[in-house]
């Protein structure tokens, strides 16, 4: 089943800002050309281009066997459920493939090399109910 990440103000905040950037930049530069101007409207543009598939594409497939995590174009990570040590409730700010400060900590060890995600699926009264009911049955 997969879950689509909560998106908390933090993010939607960030995205108007930098659009904008890019807004205020570019009518600035159109009216005077300085090359700051410019740096400001591409920079803009850029943050808006790197955003928005995080936006889009922030997602976690729990499946029979493994947890996916998929944060756009930085990370795509698959963890065996066999592997998962503990799944909780976290209020965390540290860096993680969520888009909202309303997580979940998920501690793995794979490989004898201890992993920690942070994420905040939608649902996540859901999502934790299916990750320990699915972790349960791959321990069986």
């Known amino acids: ?15 108007t800002a930098c659009a904008a950037l890019a807004v205020i930049g570019s009518v600035l ?12 409207m591409l920079f803009g543009c850029l943050d808006i281009a790197l955003l928005l598939p995080l936006l889009f594409f922030t997602d976690y497939t729990v499946s029979e066997d493994s947890l996916t995590v998929r944060c756009a174009y930085l990370m795509k990570e698959r963890i065996p459920l066999r592997c998962i040590k503990l799944v909780q409730e976290a209020r965390d700010f540290t860096f993680g493939p969520a888009l909202s400060f309303d997580r979940i900590e998920v501690r793995f060890r794979i490989a004898g090399k201890d992993g920690r995600l942070l994420l905040s699926p939608k649902d996540k009264a859901e999502f934790i109910r299916l990750l320990t009911e699915r972790i349960q049955s791959a321990n069986k």
């Open 1 to 15: 089943m997969k879950f689509k990440s909560r998106v908390g103000l933090w993010f939607y905040l960030l995205l």
């Open 29 to 40: 530069w159109s009216s005077s050309r300085e090359g700051t101007l410019f740096c400001v």
